[in-house]
Every structure is written in C-alpha cells, then in structure tokens.
C-alpha cells in the first residue's frame, strides 16, 4: 500500500477579516442596496472567520476578464504551489530529483503548460517525471488526486510522487452577479495551495521508521498514513448541480442548493461499501477527514454518517481560518488530522471531498503512530 508521508498546505499572504471583505466585495458584486443585505447575511452564515487572498482586497474591483484573471492565476498559483511542494519535500527529507511522478489539480485556473511543467522547472524536478494534470475535478480533487497516486503506486511501488493543489478562488469572482449562488461563493471560497508527498510501498519512506543506514523519516507531521482503498462514485442526474459557467468575464460558479440532500441520501451507502470490503462499519471508524464545503455540508456529512460533532471538528476549523479551499481543502484538513489527532496507531481514517459530476471521491486510510 501507498503511504503519505508529508502533507503541507500554504496560505497567500493577503489575510483578511471575514466583515472586511464583505465590506469590499460587496459593491462589486451586489450593487443593489436589497442584494446586498442578502450578501452580508450568506457571509456572516458561511462559518468562515477570515480568508487569505491571491491578491491585495483592492485590486479585486480591476480584475473584470477571464484573461486578467487566469494570468494572475498562473504567475502566483505557480508560486504558491511552488512553496507548498519545497515545503512538503523537506518535511520527507527528499528532493526534488527523488520524485518520479507529478499529480496537479487545480479547477480555478488554466495553464498550457500546465502547471506541472511549470513546476517542474522551478522545483528542478527530473526531465524523465511522470506528470497527471488535472481540471474539473473542482473540491474533489483533493481526495481524487490522492487516489489516483494511490493507483500509481500501486504499479510503481517503488515511486515517489507529489501531489500539489492550487486553488484561488479568489479570482472567479463574478462583478454584478447577484444571484444567489455567486453570493454565496464570494463569502464561501478562499485562496490556498498544498502539497502531499506520497510513497509506494517498496519505497524506504513506507516503513514507519528506517532501517540502519537509510535516510530517516523527517516528515513534519506527527503521524503518516497508509492509503488502504479508495472509491469514486458519480450521481446521475446531477450534472446542472455543480461546476463552472465559463464566460467572458471567468468562471461563473453553478451552485445547487441541493447539494446537502443529495449527500444526505447517497452517502452512507457509499461509505459503507468501502468499509465493507475491509470488515468495518461507520462506527469503528474513529477519523473523519471531510472536505470543508461549507457549514451546510460539513453538517450533511456529519448527519448522513451519524457522526458527532467532535468528528468534524478540523472541518470546522479549516473552514473558519481560510475558507473552502476547493480541491486543497481536504489536504489541508488531512494536515490538521495528521498533526493533532490522537487516534491509535493502525486504526481506520475515511477522507472524503465531493466534486462536479456530482461526485464523491473517498480514501480509505490507516493512521500509523507518531
């Protein structure tokens, strides 16, 4: 099995009071004094405390085009994921020459080369890496780039791979777009990157601790994890429910309401047909890593799976301090878990994020010890 052995999320310097940027959003977005006041009620609900931001919170009124947008977008969330991967490979003890494969997601910004290769030359990454990017996979990216290194690994056991998410949700914003769903977004979504070093299981890195005379295991984090299983599931019928309307102006958010019921009803059942297959059940599983989508889904998930609040916690915590981070989201709640948890070594931790599509991706791991 793959483990993960470094997960390290990183926020934009610009950091900012909930109510400062409503206070600054808000003429952009919802001029009319009555969407407005719908504005600051969605923000003040949306569980977030403050948010971290790509650019200064003045120079969002400039940016009105898809092109300036997703310029800003390549030169700082280059730079960004840049950080979180410098950062992830000294929390492994490894260098950039050790990692033979590369998955990027990002659903906030496009790049040709993609942001891989970008990468690639910053970090000095070997011409010979595997690379997978990926877009459209949105706040599921996270969990779904994670199972698909897993895969990987699986057929290259000895691999080192990178898994780097950049998100800066920031720059979707919609200038004049009051509906309800881009209201909703523009007091939701924050900036962010991060960055996961995963290893096969023949890799020196997989075994808890190392063996005389092999490189020692330096990650930052108090405990890795061993990816046991992973699960995609696609609902039908759902494909108006979530995503991006690309227009001249960006990305334009398409939001369902519907969304927490439709996690409500399918849920379960999906978990349960992961744990099953490893002799478990909901209830043995101690760990909960849930993407934070916001209170609405956070809550979904905690009520579908009959979860207490407790197992939510860095949910809440991730939501609060930086926002839905989309795809890096659930990296970072995996970073917080990961560091704080005090579970028992070798019992069960279910990660999950949920997409476009709709879908749900979900990672089946075992937390080791400290």
């Not at 569980?47 to 898809?66: F, I, K, N, Q």
Request: proline content about 6%; aromatic content about 2%; overall charge negative.
């Amino acid at each position: 099995m793959s483990r993960v052995v470094a997960v390290e999320p990183i926020l934009p310097e610009h950091v900012y009071a909930q109510e400062m940027i409503t206070a600054v959003v808000g003429p952009l977005v919802a001029p009319d004094p009555a969407r407005t006041a719908v504005l600051r009620r969605l923000h003040a609900s949306a569980g977030v405390d403050r948010r971290h931001l790509a650019l200064p919170l003045e120079e969002y009124a400039g940016l009105g085009s898809l092109g300036a947008a997703n310029a800003v977008f390549v030169r700082e969330g280059t730079l960004l994921a840049e950080r979180a991967c410098r950062r992830a490979l000294a929390a492994a003890g490894l260098v950039a020459a050790d990692v033979d494969h590369v998955f990027a997601t990002s659903v906030t910004g496009i790049a040709a080369p993609s942001l891989d290769v970008l990468l690639a030359e910053r970090l000095g990454l070997r011409s010979d890496v595997r690379r997978t990017p990926s877009f459209g996979l949105g706040c599921a990216g996270g969990a779904g780039g994670l199972a698909r290194v897993h895969d990987h690994l699986l057929g290259r056991p000895r691999d080192v791979s990178l898994l780097v998410s950049v998100e800066l949700c920031s720059l979707t914003l919609q200038h004049g777009d009051d509906s309800t769903a881009n209201l909703v977004a523009s007091g939701l979504f924050g900036d962010g990157a991060a960055a996961a070093v995963v290893v096969g299981a023949m890799h020196p890195l997989a075994r808890p601790t190392s063996a005389p005379g092999e490189r020692p295991v330096t990650s930052s984090l108090r405990r890795t994890a061993k990816v046991l299983d992973t699960r995609s599931r696609l609902y039908p019928g759902t494909t108006g429910a979530l995503g991006w309307e690309v227009r001249d102006t960006g990305f334009a958010i398409v939001l369902s309401a519907g969304l927490p019921d439709l996690l409500r009803a399918h849920l379960l059942a999906d978990v349960k047909d992961l744990l099953a297959e490893h002799g478990l059940t909901p209830a043995e599983v101690p760990t909960w890593v849930v993407h934070a989508g916001g209170p609405r889904v956070i809550d979904a998930v905690r009520d579908a799976l009959g979860l207490s609040e407790d197992a939510v916690r860095e949910s809440r915590a991730s939501l609060a301090e930086a926002g839905n981070l989309s795809s890096a989201s659930v990296l970072d709640v995996l970073a917080r878990t990961l560091t704080r948890s005090d579970a028992p070594p070798g019992s069960p931790a279910v990660l999950m994020a949920f997409g476009p599509g709709v879908s749900c991706e979900l990672v089946l791991l075992q937390l080791e010890g400290r």
